[in-house]
Nanobody, 127 residues
């Protein structure tokens, strides 16, 4: 098990930027595929992006279509931290953003693929 703590959420105007961070516990962080999901009020928790762990032979980063070109996921294995840089934010990006971790090699774009979750951080984009 790995424990995850998100930070960096807040209120920003449309067109602005935020960087979310997710700090993970445990010595095997580099082996986990790390992902960001988001959940808007009254909606399902949706996949945003993942960054693969070491040893992964497939696509190393992947984004949902709606954030491609605007969001960037990155990880610093020395700091046990994954980031989500969010630029050109839109009101429809408003949601609680969750960090997730998995050692699975399938279902990486789905909530069921992840057993470890943070508590979430609120991102609100005003128009």
């Amino acid at each position: 098990q790995v424990q995850l703590v998100e930070s960096g959420g807040g209120l920003v105007q449309a067109g602005g930027s935020l960087r979310l961070s997710c700090a993970a516990s445990g010595p095997t962080f580099s082996r986990y595929t790390m992902a960001w999901f988001r959940q808007a009020p009254g909606k399902e928790r949706d996949f945003v992006a993942f960054a693969a762990g070491i040893g992964w032979t497939g696509t190393r980063v992947y984004y949902t279509n709606s954030v491609k070109g605007r969001f960037t996921i990155s990880r610093d294995n020395a700091k046990n931290t994954v980031y989500l840089q969010m630029d050109s934010l839109k009101p429809e990006d408003t949601a609680v953003y969750y960090c997730a971790a998995t050692t699975l090699t399938y279902n990486l774009g789905y909530r069921d693929g992840y057993a470890n979750w943070g508590q979430g951080t609120q991102v609100t984009v005003s128009s």
